[in-house]
């Protein structure tokens, strides 16, 4: 209604599949003090481990505890149920988890309590790294003033570290680490450094000034806004392929580098020694190198010497290694590339092999690598659209050695079309006339065969394809039985490789798809076009002749998953549908169209329209839906038409009404509507 107000729910859509694989719009973010800080005292497990409990915190609305199970956690991490109990033990651990609490549930099954999610309380914001704390504390105790008063010295010393000129470098101590260091603040630092007694002076102002200028020191140490920002999906699929130290070499070499989305900017080198890399994850140089020769981490960057070939394979000594980072997108798992794979196939094979959107019927033949259709089985390269006015020809040779039912003289395949005079398999005796070629005395008799033409078509090289010929029983029936065996196996990543094993080994294919490619194109179409009536529910126009009845159980059983006795019934109920329709039609006469000359216009109309419909559509289109219709009535401009079926109807009105619509109004020369209607309708 106008001016009301309503709710709208929006959900994004991916423009590309590899969009909608990696899900580049969630991201995780570390800061670069974490990375350059705290991995190297973590360790690459303990610090995986923390990034994904604050990612657990960053989804419970931002706040700093979460509550997650320990498998949720184990896969997000790559990290094991005992290992992570075994990192939360780790030092400095507890500087980021604060506490763990075990949470328990009762279980009737077993009759006592287990424990269930654990909640984890988390410091979000970087502490001060053990280094810095030490330093902090030498570089306060030498600005602070001796004889001044403790909260005076105190702000005399935090104004001289504000106004010093790279502090984290003054503050980066190099020496040891005192044993007992806890997690302290830069107020803490100085407070106890100074020692200054915070309780008594609560009320002071000069307390606020401090915890402030404190906040802007630890700014300036950590840099809070300075921060990785990496795919989700690097995190919880690549993390686990590349392990964690070399997934923290990922995001080192990455944090080091850059790249600008908007402007397009990219700085995708980095030259850095290798100790100073293996350092930088805490790992030696010897283990760096191991983890080098992960067969994944080409696909994140290279390395090469300066001066020296990527792939020279010397180690100059002393020198810096140069890396070329991937750094605008993630390559896809070994996983996601196959799936991504099988969905464009399923949707090519949906476009160009599934769902006919002309005609509503399946196209049962799933795609092959090698092979488009059924015909390539059997013949040559053959033309997409066959010539207008060109009759069909079988294409085996008349003295070919075979076996089959004498409805195998039409064309065999699924989309069999006429060769080309140049194509065409001549007889025998035609082809020793045409290949004799007189050399002086010497004659050379060139023959071929139909098995010759199939077995280039597969492209089977020597020695395989001679051993196929002095086959004797190998025949072109049995050929086209592998492969139409082949394309019912979803699982066989080669199936034209796995046809011609059967076929060395002699192996003979399955009856049913033997009986399968003996059939010609027109009992393919008729079967096609049965399952999709019988889905439908309606009668059979034509019905299925007795001879194959049972070969077409076992065809829709294998090729549209319908059960056998399921398609009994569905054929003996059409058949009845249908000779009942027939006796009606016989009793009851059909309303046509009289001898009106309105009426007659109107049959003439429509005959004009089904000539030029005939032209817009391929020819099993128009015989399926168009051929037999009538026109039943026709007034103040609109065509009555009869459907013959209620399937038919209800697809003509949902695919081609406004093309019949367009095409008679043309003709007529107005705008003309269309409605269709089933006879026996009506007559009542």
Same mark, same amino acid.
């Given at each position: 209604?106008? %001016?009301?107000?309503?709710?709208?729910?929006?959900?994004?859509?991916?423009?590309?599949?590899?969009?909608?694989?990696?899900?580049?719009?969630?991201?995780?973010?570390?800061?670069?003090?974490?990375?350059?800080?705290?991995?190297?005292?973590?360790?690459?497990?303990?610090?995986?481990?923390?990034?994904?409990?604050?990612?657990?915190?960053? $989804?419970?609305?931002?706040?700093?505890?979460?509550?997650?199970?320990?498998?949720?956690?184990?896969?997000?991490?790559?990290?094991?149920?005992?290992?992570?109990?075994?990192?939360?033990?780790?030092?400095?651990?507890?500087?980021?988890?604060?506490?763990?609490?075990?949470?328990?549930?009762?279980?009737?099954?077993?009759? *006592? #309590?287990?424990?269930?999610?654990?909640?984890?309380?988390?410091?979000?914001?970087?502490?001060?790294?053990? @280094?810095?704390?030490?330093?902090?504390?030498?570089?306060?105790?030498?600005?602070?003033?001796?004889?001044?008063?403790?909260?005076?010295?105190?702000?005399?010393?935090?104004?001289?570290?504000?106004?010093?000129?790279?502090?984290?470098?003054?503050?980066?101590?190099?020496?040891?680490?005192?044993?007992?260091?806890?997690?302290?603040?830069?107020?803490?630092?100085?407070?106890?450094?100074?020692?200054?007694? /915070?309780?008594?002076?609560?009320?002071?102002?000069?307390?606020?000034?401090?915890?402030?200028?404190?906040?802007?020191?630890?700014?300036?140490?950590?840099?809070?806004?300075?921060?990785?920002?990496? $795919?989700?999906?690097?995190?919880?699929?690549?993390? @686990?392929?590349?392990?964690?130290?070399?997934? +923290?070499?990922?995001?080192?070499?990455?944090?080091?580098?850059?790249?600008?989305?908007?402007?397009?900017?990219?700085?995708?080198?980095?030259?850095?020694?290798?100790?100073?890399?293996?350092?930088?994850?805490?790992?030696?140089?010897?283990?760096?190198?191991?983890?080098?020769?992960?067969?994944?981490?080409? /696909?994140?960057?290279?390395?090469?010497?300066? %001066?020296?070939?990527?792939?020279?394979?010397?180690?100059?000594?002393?020198?810096?290694?140069?890396?070329?980072?991937?750094?605008?997108?993630?390559?896809?798992?070994?996983?996601?590339?196959?799936?991504?794979?099988?969905?464009?196939?399923?949707?090519?094979?949906?476009?160009?092999?599934?769902?006919?959107?002309?005609?509503?019927? !399946?196209?049962?033949?799933?795609?092959?690598? @090698?092979?488009?259709?059924?015909?390539?089985?059997?013949?040559?390269?053959? =033309?997409?659209?066959?010539?207008?006015?060109?009759?069909?020809?079988?294409?085996?040779?008349?003295?070919?050695?075979? *076996?089959?039912?004498?409805?195998? !003289?039409?064309?065999? %395949? #699924?989309?069999?079309?006429?060769?080309?005079?140049?194509?065409?398999?001549?007889?025998?005796?035609?082809?020793?006339?045409?290949?004799?070629?007189?050399? %002086?005395?010497?004659?050379?008799? *060139?023959?071929?065969?139909?098995?010759?033409?199939?077995?280039?078509?597969?492209?089977?090289?020597?020695?395989?394809?001679?051993? !196929?010929?002095?086959?004797?029983?190998?025949?072109?029936?049995?050929?086209?039985? +592998?492969?139409?065996?082949?394309?019912?196996?979803?699982? !066989?990543?080669?199936?034209?490789?796995?046809?011609?094993?059967?076929?060395?080994?002699?192996? =003979?294919?399955?009856?049913?798809?033997?009986?399968?490619?003996?059939?010609?194109?027109?009992?393919?179409?008729?079967f096609e076009t049965t399952v999709a009536v019988l889905r439908g529910g309606q009668g059979l126009t034509p019905p299925i002749p007795p001879e194959l009845v049972e070969t077409f159980v076992r065809w829709?059983?294998?090729?549209?998953?319908?059960? =056998?006795?399921?398609?009994?019934?569905?054929?003996?109920?059409?058949?009845?549908?249908l000779t009942k329709r027939e006796e009606l039609s016989s009793v009851t006469a059909l309303p046509v169209i009289s001898s009106d000359p309105k009426r007659e216009q109107a049959r003439n109309l429509w005959?004009?329209?089904?000539?030029?419909?005939?032209?817009?559509?391929?020819?099993?289109?128009?015989?399926?839906?168009?051929?037999?219709?009538?026109?039943?009535?026709?007034?103040?401009?609109?065509?009555?038409?009869?459907?013959?079926?209620?399937?038919?109807?209800? +697809?003509?009105?949902?695919?081609?009404?406004?093309?019949?619509?367009?095409?008679?109004?043309?003709?007529?020369?107005?705008?003309?509507?269309?409605?269709?209607?089933?006879?026996?309708?009506?007559?009542?």
């Open positions: 209604m106008p %001016g009301e107000d309503k709710l709208l729910h929006l959900h994004g859509v991916y423009n590309t599949l590899y969009n909608a694989t990696t899900r580049p719009d969630f991201r995780f973010v570390v800061s670069r003090y974490f990375i350059d800080e705290w991995v190297p005292l973590l360790g690459p497990s303990l610090a995986w481990l923390i990034v994904g409990l604050r990612q657990q915190c960053f $989804w419970n609305r931002r706040r700093d505890w979460c509550i997650v199970d320990k498998a949720t956690l184990a896969r997000e991490t790559a990290l094991d149920e005992r290992t992570i109990e075994r990192c939360l033990k780790k030092p400095f651990s507890n500087w980021f988890v604060i506490e763990v609490t075990h949470r328990y549930q009762y279980r009737t099954q077993i009759g *006592k #309590k287990v424990r269930d999610k654990n909640r984890y309380q988390l410091l979000l914001d970087e502490p001060l790294s053990p @280094r810095h704390q030490t330093g902090l504390v030498a570089l306060v105790r030498e600005l602070a003033p001796a004889e001044a008063e403790p909260l005076d010295a105190a702000l005399a010393v935090v104004e001289a570290l504000l106004a010093m000129p790279h502090l984290t470098d003054k503050i980066s101590n190099t020496g040891s680490i005192p044993p007992d260091l806890r997690r302290r603040s830069v107020l803490e630092v100085i407070i106890e450094t100074i020692g200054i007694n /915070l309780a008594n002076s609560a009320a002071d102002e000069r307390v606020l000034k401090l915890n402030n200028r404190c906040a802007e020191i630890y700014n300036l140490i950590v840099q809070p806004n300075k921060i990785y920002v990496g $795919w989700q999906y690097f995190r919880l699929e690549w993390v @686990r392929l590349l392990g964690h130290a070399l997934a +923290w070499v990922v995001i080192y070499l990455r944090r080091h580098c850059y790249w600008d989305e908007t402007s397009g900017e990219l700085r995708d080198t980095l030259s850095v020694y290798k100790k100073e890399l293996a350092a930088a994850i805490n790992q030696t140089p010897r283990n760096l190198a191991n983890l080098m020769e992960n067969p994944y981490a080409s /696909l994140f960057f290279t390395s090469s010497n300066p %001066g020296e070939p990527a792939n020279s394979g010397k180690e100059a000594r002393n020198k810096p290694t140069l890396y070329r980072v991937r750094m605008v997108d993630e390559p896809l798992t070994p996983t996601d590339q196959q799936q991504v794979g099988d969905t464009l196939r399923q949707r090519l094979q949906n476009e160009y092999y599934g769902q006919n959107p002309e005609n509503g019927q !399946l196209n049962l033949f799933p795609m092959l690598d @090698r092979l488009s259709n059924r015909q390539n089985f059997a013949y040559g390269q053959v =033309p997409e659209k066959m010539p207008p006015g060109e009759s069909k020809e079988c294409r085996l040779e008349d003295d070919l050695p075979e *076996k089959m039912p004498q409805h195998i !003289l039409a064309p065999i %395949g #699924k989309n069999a079309a006429t060769l080309k005079d140049s194509l065409e398999i001549p007889s025998e005796s035609e082809k020793i006339d045409q290949q004799q070629v007189q050399q %002086g005395a010497a004659v050379v008799v *060139k023959k071929s065969s139909a098995l010759e033409l199939v077995l280039d078509d597969l492209s089977v090289q020597e020695p395989a394809r001679s051993k !196929l010929l002095a086959n004797p029983n190998l025949t072109v029936a049995k050929v086209g039985a +592998w492969f139409l065996y082949a394309e019912t196996q979803p699982n !066989l990543t080669d199936p034209q490789g796995y046809v011609i094993k059967r076929l060395l080994a002699n192996d =003979p294919p399955p009856q049913d798809f033997v009986a399968f490619a003996k059939l010609d194109d027109e009992t393919w179409s008729l829709a059983d294998i090729y549209a998953g319908l059960e =056998p006795t399921e398609t009994k019934s569905l054929l003996s109920l059409a058949a009845r549908e005959g004009a329209a089904l000539t030029q419909l005939q032209r817009q559509m391929t020819k099993q289109t128009f015989d399926t839906w168009l051929k037999q219709t009538e026109v039943l009535d026709y007034h103040e401009s609109e065509f009555v038409i009869d459907a013959k079926s209620a399937f038919a109807k209800d +697809w003509l009105e949902n695919r081609l009404i406004k093309t019949i619509e367009a095409v008679l109004s043309s003709i007529v020369g107005e705008p003309t509507r269309v409605r269709f209607a089933l006879s026996e309708q009506i007559s009542s």
